[in-house]
């Protein structure tokens, strides 16, 4: 991917994060997903007192999109911290397993901090030896 879209994809996960409702773990996260054809979904965490519900920012923005008929994708930006972003963000296996379902190995994460300063990984490197919809045809 280009380095502009890049940036401007962790610029809208940045935004995300504003918007994250987070009031018992005080770990706020944003994610933009790109999609093929060019749309980008945003989303945040959403704690609940029963905590159990909590929904993550990146199946946030799957659900998003998929609940708008988008399948197919391109990339994830994921930001996250407690009152800054100070470390990288890699997603949680619930939410690698989600992203399993709809992205082949040409998916690129973004684990960001900034958008100048970011690491990329695959989901065969986040997730390797996985189980997905392949496994049931
Ligand atoms: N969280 C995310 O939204 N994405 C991640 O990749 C890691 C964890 C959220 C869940 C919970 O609201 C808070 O961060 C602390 O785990």
Do not use: W
């Amino acid at each position: 991917m280009k380095q502009e879209q890049i940036q401007e994809l962790i610029k809208r996960a940045l935004e995300a994060r504003e918007k994250s409702y987070s009031p018992y773990s005080h770990y706020r996260v944003g994610a933009a997903l790109l999609c093929k054809d060019g749309q980008i979904y945003t989303g945040c965490n959403i704690e609940n007192a029963a905590y159990t519900p909590t929904n993550c920012a990146e199946r946030t923005a799957f659900f998003k999109a998929v609940s708008e008929g988008k399948r197919e994708f391109l990339a994830i930006a994921i930001v996250g911290g407690g009152e800054q972003v100070d470390s990288y963000v890699t997603p949680c296996g619930v939410c690698r397993q989600v992203m399993k379902e709809f992205c082949r190995n040409d998916f690129a994460i973004y684990a960001a901090k900034t958008p100048e300063d970011y690491k990329e990984f695959t989901l065969m490197e986040l997730l390797p030896e996985s189980f997905g919809p392949e496994n049931l045809d």
